[in-house]
């Protein structure tokens, strides 16, 4: 459709306008007048070409735009200090308690996304997704390491049965 067979008033969708000063464009439904005089609408319909992807739901600041970067993005540096603090301990030879530690702050991660409204750059998906995500590989985690050798702490019998099936000695 060419601009001179739309009706008036009426704008191509994905089109931007250019304007300068205040000659700002308003995003109601019906808005300003336009330059023929007459009244111009917006359309609520999602573009044909996106430009951009939206911010994942919760992804805004956890503290106030003045606070400090580190204090604006507490929730995922948390995850990753505790994570950080299992990799130490999985490198200084206590391999279970380190591995565990990682699992439970994967889950703590999946609660910090379900609790709170705002956790800046933990929110990476959808929050049904990414609380999926973070509790299902936390809890994965946290059972292989009860399940490792030697003297496990947990056994579960039909994975044992898929080992000694897959891995034949």
């Known amino acids: 459709m060419s601009v001179e067979d739309r009706p008036e008033g009426i704008r191509e969708q994905g089109t931007e306008e250019r304007t300068t000063g205040a000659e700002a464009t308003v995003p109601d439904a019906v808005s300003a007048p336009d330059a023929e005089g007459g009244p111009h609408r917006t359309t609520r319909r999602f573009p044909r070409i996106?430009?951009?992807?939206?911010?994942?739901?919760?992804?805004?600041?956890?503290?106030?735009?003045?606070?400090?970067?580190?204090?604006?993005?507490?929730?995922?540096?948390?995850?990753?200090?505790?994570?950080?603090?299992?990799?130490?301990?999985?490198?200084?030879?206590?391999?279970?308690?380190?591995?565990?530690?990682?699992?439970?702050?994967?889950?703590?991660?999946?609660?910090?996304?379900?609790?709170?409204?705002?956790?800046g750059m933990l929110a990476v998906r959808s929050r049904f997704t990414d609380m999926v995500t973070y509790g299902a590989l936390g809890v994965a985690i946290v059972l292989f390491a009860m399940m490792a050798q030697p003297k496990p702490w947990l056994e579960i019998p039909f994975l044992d049965d898929t080992l000694h099936f897959t891995v034949r000695a």
């Open 50 to 119: 996106t430009r951009d992807t939206a911010r994942p739901e919760g992804g805004g600041r956890a503290a106030p735009r003045d606070a400090p970067a580190p204090a604006r993005q507490w929730p995922i540096l948390a995850v990753l200090a505790v994570v950080g603090l299992g990799l130490l301990l999985t490198a200084l030879d206590a391999f279970r308690f380190g591995t565990i530690l990682i699992g439970v702050a994967l889950l703590g991660g999946a609660v910090m996304r379900w609790a709170l409204p705002d956790v």
